[in-house]
């Protein structure tokens, strides 16, 4: 029918609103790209006034980024992985349970995400002080993890919840163990909202910088560099050229997520 | 003989609700055992304590003469199907049935060839390398069988097995099920609210009310001999004559129970049979039933009372608003226990 057809096609005020929404979006980020090619080292001038690859070269020469990008994907790659042992058991906790103080906990557990990122840093900059821990590489880890088991909790708690329990009772009532039925039940099905979880918990640590400002002593994670970067007035396209291979970088793994999750949601 | 299930003075309560009361029973060693009740009444319960899903709050259960009250369901040598069939939706339907043996570390290649047999012996064999959501109500439902009779446990209980199927299946299973059950003599317990189901299906029927066991007896028993007003009106809807009334129609204040079948009507101008007991009304209702017809007819106390017609030229004089005159034989009366007012 006519109307069908045209209704399927979005009407021209919004596809011009769609078109300046993704500009918005993205404009910025095409600025980065282009201004990490540039041949002028101090301002935003455009149109360019050359093109050169020199600030790759220089790039690399510098072994201050490649430290700091180490120190992130290492700090990253940590947090993560204590926040999805972390996140998964509080939510098989909390899942399915019922007790007194189940809101409370499940209250207190996301309160590292509500405060803001300031009042976190200061408690943890504190408890440092108060261990006497030096401030380094292993506190950092522990105030991304805070965070970031949130992430991954929530994500496997929502999982969890959506999955019938009678499924844990067949399991066992054919034979399956406790142990058994989370090898073989549980977390097949959440396999991919736990892969959700911890891209995002990765990524949150990744460029975190107000607790990391606070939990890091001398350490300086890839967005403490850029941060340190911009009060320096040269070679200004460095910090460009590192945007640029950020952002291959983390491309990566969104498409793969991507790609593996569909599959899944198609099953069910 | 040890029973292949002993209910001990089984109760569950939750918060103020007792949803199993006091029950005892014994269900014998390959019996078709039926669990009947409206929702509600604590027939599913039973069934979770003895799958383990659920323990008592008193009481013990027994299943060969063993106590397994507190043993989890990985320890008890009972499977289960369940409503929904729970089939694990990430493996094929041959990963399903295989998985009780998979879990018990059964060699793969006699996981695999025990798993086909079950699933020839349910008429799946075609479909093993489906997934579940591939496949129709009925087919899940054979599935979900296969799956619980691989362990060849000692006990299959199954929770509303036909409920969700539509009637021409459900008809078809029926049968398949009771020849299933006499091929396996495994001890079949099937919960259900649907009492058609369960006197057609079952050797002996547990009727439960209010988390409390009513009556346990042979379907024929329950049918022609209800032991209490529940009883007579949940199996096969019976006429029940509360103490009053009864009072008023046999000169005993003891409440019965008559069959809609029993019951002969006819117009009220008539006189009624000698010797049979009979009542004045006025014909509300004519529901056609095919073989049968059933009149709902309005006694003169307000009581509501069910005949059921099968030679329809009995109703050839009476019409919808008429007065009638109900009788049946002082034997069909069915005495019952039980306050009914």
Redesign the interface.
């Known amino acids: 029918m006519r109307s069908d057809a045209r209704s399927n096609r979005a009407s021209w005020p919004t596809r011009l609103g769609a078109l300046f929404g993704l500009a918005f979006l993205n404009l910025p980020v095409l600025v980065i790209i282009l201004y990490a090619f540039t041949t002028d080292d101090r301002t935003y001038a455009f149109p360019l006034p050359g093109v050169t690859l020199h600030w790759f070269e220089a790039a690399l020469a510098r072994s201050d980024i490649w430290a700091a990008m180490r120190l992130s994907l290492g700090v990253a790659a940590l947090a993560t992985l204590f926040a999805i042992i972390l996140g998964t058991l509080t939510a098989l906790a909390l899942a399915r349970s019922r007790f007194w103080g189940r809101e409370a906990i499940t209250f207190v557990l996301i309160l590292p995400i509500a405060l803001p990122g300031i009042v976190t840093g200061i408690a943890l900059l504190a408890a440092i002080k108060a261990a006497h821990v030096d401030p380094g590489f292993w506190t950092i880890v522990a105030g991304h993890t805070t965070f970031c088991t949130v992430i991954v909790y929530n994500n496997v708690v929502a999982r969890l919840r959506r999955m019938p329990h009678n499924w844990i009772e067949a399991s066992m009532d054919l034979g399956a163990d406790g142990a058994q039925t989370f090898r073989y039940i549980v977390l097949p099905q959440m396999a991919t909202a736990l892969l959700a979880g911890g891209m995002l918990a990765f990524a949150l640590s990744f460029d975190e910088i107000i607790v990391t400002l606070f939990t890091a002593g001398h350490d300086e994670t890839l967005p403490i560099w850029f941060f340190n970067e911009l009060f320096r007035p040269r070679e200004r396209p460095i910090t460009n050229v590192v945007a640029v291979i950020v952002m291959a970088v983390t491309l990566l793994p969104i498409l793969l997520a991507y790609y593996l999750t569909r599959p899944a949601e198609e099953q069910t | 003989m040890t029973a292949a299930i002993e209910f001990r003075d089984v109760s569950r309560v939750y918060g103020d609700v007792r949803a199993v009361d006091h029950v005892s029973l014994q269900i014998g060693s390959g019996e078709f055992f039926a669990m009947l009740g409206p929702s509600g009444s604590g027939k599913t319960t039973c069934l979770r304590l003895v799958?383990?899903?659920d323990i008592p709050d008193n009481g013990y259960i027994l299943l060969d003469g063993k106590d397994v009250t507190g043993l989890?369901?990985?320890e008890r040598d009972?499977?289960?199907v369940?409503q929904?069939y729970?089939?694990?939706?990430?493996m094929s339907v041959l990963e399903n049935v295989a998985?009780?043996l998979?879990?018990?570390k059964v060699a793969r290649v006699e996981q695999q060839r025990r798993a086909m047999e079950m699933l020839e012996l349910v008429k799946l064999g075609a479909l093993a390398q489906r997934?579940p959501?591939q496949l129709s109500g009925g087919q899940r439902q054979r599935v979900s069988l296969a799956?619980?009779l691989?362990?060849r446990p000692r006990v299959l209980l199954l929770d509303e097995p036909l409920g969700a199927l539509d009637l021409k299946l459900r008809e078809e299973m029926q049968i398949e099920l009771k020849n299933l059950q006499r091929q396996l003599a495994i001890t079949f317990v099937f919960v259900t609210h649907d009492q058609g189901e369960a006197l057609s299906m079952a050797d002996r029927v547990a009727v439960f009310n209010h988390g409390r066991l009513e009556q346990l007896d042979s379907p024929r028993t329950l049918y022609t001999r209800p032991a209490t007003e529940f009883v007579a009106r949940f199996v096969g809807s019976a006429n029940v004559a509360g103490r009053e009334l009864a009072r008023q129609l046999t000169g005993i204040a003891q409440p019965f129970a008559v069959r809609a079948e029993k019951i002969r009507i006819q117009p009220a101008s008539r006189p009624p049979a000698p010797g049979a007991i009979h009542c004045d009304g006025k014909l509300v209702d004519i529901q056609y039933h095919g073989a049968t017809s059933r009149c709902h007819v309005q006694l003169a106390g307000g009581e509501m009372f069910a005949a059921s017609v099968s030679h329809q030229a009995d109703l050839e004089h009476t019409a919808i608003g008429a007065p009638v005159t109900l009788h049946w034989s002082a034997d069909d009366a069915v005495p019952l226990v039980g306050d009914s007012g």
């Open positions: 799958a383990g899903f989890p369901p990985y009972v499977n289960t369940f929904d729970a089939l694990f939706p990430h998985y009780g998979r879990v018990r997934r959501s799956r619980a691989i362990n």
